[in-house]
């Protein structure tokens, strides 16, 4: 695609619930990361991809939160059993190669709100 | 452990107004340096970056300096426009081991005709 696409772009939820967030790197992109960005924070990484293996998940703040990614392109961050503190933007960035990834491209995030 | 401090917002300016946003940083060898820019409804993007000591990176008019003495990285502009008003990241990469940006809490510009 033309860029990274992030869905949906807004998700409120009750907390105890369980959310998906999608993330559509750019076509042929190897390097996938997530990076949250909460309120008065900066950017936290989450985890980085190199096609469908993670070699660094080591932001990931708790074992509710999971993630995958499948044909080397598509990505899927899954929070189990929200709370509260998990409010956050939700940001997805690809790049060529993780020897490029200072040129990463980031999607609009997904706002997650939990109630 | 590596680290980014920006100087907190919002910054409000008046259009041709000069800036500055203040980044100072902690890490260990010598690492990259970037500017992110985060528009209002956009994705953030890479502004500019600098790769060594004294290296300057341009783009669209901002500048910074990579001043290793200081450890800091300034983003500059001469003279705002509305359309700079946006959310701006300090960043940086370490210079080994897994390369993952390292990035501030970020600094608002609101930039008023």
């Known amino acids: 695609g033309a860029g990274v696409s992030q869905s949906p772009s807004n998700k409120v939820t009750e907390k105890g619930k369980d959310v998906e967030l999608r993330c559509d790197p750019i076509?042929?992109?190897?390097?996938l990361y997530w990076y949250r960005q909460s309120l008065g924070q900066g950017l936290e990484f989450l985890i980085y991809f190199q096609g469908n293996s993670a070699p660094d998940k080591s932001g990931l703040p708790s074992d509710r939160f999971s993630a995958e990614r499948t044909g080397g392109s598509v990505s899927t961050l899954t929070i189990q059993r929200t709370q509260q503190e998990d409010s956050a933007v939700y940001l997805c960035?690809?790049?060529?190669?993780?020897?490029?990834?200072?040129?990463?491209?980031f999607g609009s995030g997904t706002q997650l709100s939990v109630l | 452990g590596n680290s980014v401090t920006q100087m907190e917002g919002p910054v409000t300016l008046s259009e041709e107004a000069f800036l500055t946003i203040n980044c100072t940083y902690t890490a260990t060898g010598y690492p990259s340096l970037f500017w992110y820019v985060q528009y209002p409804g956009e994705g953030l993007q890479l502004l500019l970056k600098a790769t060594k000591a004294d290296d300057k990176g341009s783009n669209k008019g901002f500048e910074a300096t990579y001043r290793k003495e200081t450890t800091s990285f300034h983003l500059e502009k001469g003279s705002v426009q509305v359309s700079d008003s946006a959310v701006y990241f300090c960043?940086?990469?370490?210079?080994?081991?897994?390369?993952?940006?390292?990035f501030g809490t970020g600094t608002r510009l609101l930039v008023s005709p």
């Open positions: 076509s042929g992109h190897t390097a």
């Open positions: 960043a940086l990469i370490q210079s080994t081991g897994f390369q993952k940006l390292v």
């Open positions: 960035a690809s790049s060529w190669d993780r020897g490029h990834n200072e040129k990463l491209f």
